[in-house]
């Protein structure tokens, strides 16, 4: 996201507030993004305490599952 832009999803009614959330606090809005808290620099170059976006966390594949089930093709048949 680029950081001169403003997030709509921050602004709605189910959105967090700005303070009282511990740091590396996660949340993921209605739309699929996702947010960190933590301290960052801001527009003016201060240092401050904002939800910033943030990559999803990965999650591992399960172990159950054979990794052939995933492909999109299937297995190669020689």
């Known amino acids: 996201m680029d950081s001169t832009m403003i997030h709509v999803c921050l602004q709605t009614a ?3 507030t700005p303070e009282g959330h511990e740091v590396g606090e996660r949340w993921v809005c209605s739309c699929g993004d996702h947010f960190v808290y933590r301290e ?3 527009r003016a170059g201060y240092p401050s305490l904002e939800w910033w976006p943030a990559p ?3 999650q ?6 054979p ?3 995933g492909l999109l093709f299937g297995p190669r048949k020689g």
């Open 14 to 16: 189910d959105a967090p």
């Open 56 to 58: 999803t966390v990965p």
């Open 60 to 65: 591992p594949r399960s172990a159950a599952k």
């Open 67 to 69: 990794a052939r089930r």
């Open 40 to 42: 960052g620099y801001n």
